[in-house]
């Protein structure tokens, strides 16, 4: 296959952070009303795109969750004023990170992410009902990526191989 040129890795990457953007804040309800929200936009972009290096080699479950955490902290903290709540929440973080680097890992820019991006699907189909976009808690998630191991394992897939399954047959 050809190279693509620096325009069109540029284009693919904006198509991706806008996507994840969209999909991550549909039905979430992350700022506050009757605010300018560029600056956080710009923000929450940069810290996704500053995440592919770190995903170029593999990176433990452990230090993704970290990653994750971190990432909702350090937007939290720098736009309080701009989030509804005055922080994000941690299930819009997940399912950010989450879903930039199934992107990213699908277009094989870095390889397999440890987790995957939950959503309503993906909590149905592990036997939870909870709304994602409503998630604050680390040990609830971890509880729920115990249940996508087990369904994964049945499958003999990794986690995000089984998500991208089931995205599939969902779609």
Same mark, same amino acid.
């Given at each position: ?63 993704? /969750? @970290?990653? #994750?955490?971190?990432?909702? !902290? &350090?937007?939290? +903290? ?66 729920? /990526? @115990?249940? #996508?191991?087990?369904?994964? !394992? &049945?499958?003999? +897939? ?14």
């Amino acid at each position: 296959m050809k190279k693509i040129t620096e325009n069109q890795e540029n284009f693919i990457a904006q198509i991706i952070l806008s996507n994840t953007q969209g999909s991550s804040f549909q039905r979430a309800y992350v700022y506050k009303e009757d605010i300018d929200k560029q600056e956080f936009v710009k923000a929450f972009r940069n810290k996704l795109e500053s995440l592919k290096e770190t995903y170029r080699k593999e990176v433990s479950e452990e230090d993704h /969750i @970290k990653n #994750i955490e971190k990432f909702r !902290e &350090e937007l939290s +903290q720098k736009f309080p004023d701009i989030l509804k709540g005055g922080k994000m929440r941690f299930g819009i973080a997940q399912k950010a990170v989450n879903l930039y680097l199934k992107f990213l890992w699908c277009l094989e820019y870095i390889n397999k992410p440890p987790h995957c991006p939950i959503d309503r699907t993906v909590l149905t189909k592990v036997g939870y009902d909870i709304k994602w976009t409503e998630l604050d808690d680390m040990k609830k998630y971890k509880e729920i /990526i @115990k249940s #996508i191991k087990v369904k994964a !394992e &049945e499958k003999n +897939q990794s986690i995000a191989e089984w998500e991208l399954d089931l995205w599939q047959n969902h779609h």
